[in-house]
């Protein structure tokens, strides 16, 4: 098990800037800065939502292809879904619909406000997935490259964030949480999870 002081990430000064840049707080219509929405209209459909929740029982929430389509043009209402849906494991199966592979740094940073704003209800499949994207979006940038680095270290802090809520991840993903610090050890943050991860598993032996 995890102490709580084994779950905050290690400050690194000297490497890239704050993983998740100002751009990405929560609800932020520049997102998606060629969105033909603006950000007033989008501002009014979100208090729409939250004023009759019973509008969700009309949007095509079970289509993937829609729900990637309000990722893509209309992020803030899409966060907006999310808060309103009383049903987590509905939450999660939208959450994981919108992770696509591989994602830019902006849609990394987006995706990971999101999961930081929801994680006590996030689950597990949905955390195997996001790390999946990750990894998919890491291998195709040059090893020590900046948007790398960024990347995994802002993957590492949503982890972090995870076991911070449940420590008990750090059994259920452990092989992929392992294969993923491993593959990017030269990044501090991933090395220093790793070397928790597996302290906490001697430590249950």
């Known amino acids: 098990m995890l102490s709580k002081a084994e779950t905050e990430p290690a400050e690194s000064p000297a490497e890239t800037p704050s993983p998740v840049d100002n751009s990405t707080n929560r609800g932020s219509s520049s997102i998606n800065p060629s969105s033909l ?3 007033q209209v989008m501002d009014r459909i979100v208090d729409v939502l939250k004023r009759h ?3 969700l029982d009309r949007l095509p929430l079970d289509s993937p292809r829609s729900l990637r389509l309000y990722a893509t043009n209309c992020w803030p209402v ?16 939208i959450i994981r619909e919108i992770i696509v592979q591989p994602m830019s740094v902006v849609q990394h940073n ?3 406000q999101l999961l930081f704003d929801q994680m006590p209800e996030i689950e597990p499949d949905t955390l195997f997935k996001y790390l999946n994207a990750v990894e998919a979006s ?3 940038l040059l090893q020590g490259n900046m948007q790398q680095t960024h990347n995994v270290r802002l993957a590492v802090k949503v982890i ?16 992929e949480l392992c294969s993923f610090c491993l593959s990017y050890s030269w990044v501090k943050d991933a090395l220093d999870l790793y070397r928790q991860l597996m302290t906490a598993q001697q430590q249950t032996l």
């Open 138 to 140: 890491c291998r195709l």
């Open 53 to 55: 929740p019973e509008i």
């Open 37 to 39: 929405i603006s950000p």
């Open 78 to 93: 899409l966060v907006a879904i999310i808060d309103i849906v009383d049903d987590p494991s509905k939450a999660n199966r």
């Open 110 to 112: 987006s995706l990971a």
């Open 160 to 175: 972090h964030s995870a076991l911070r809520i449940n420590d008990s991840l750090a059994d259920t993903m452990f092989i």
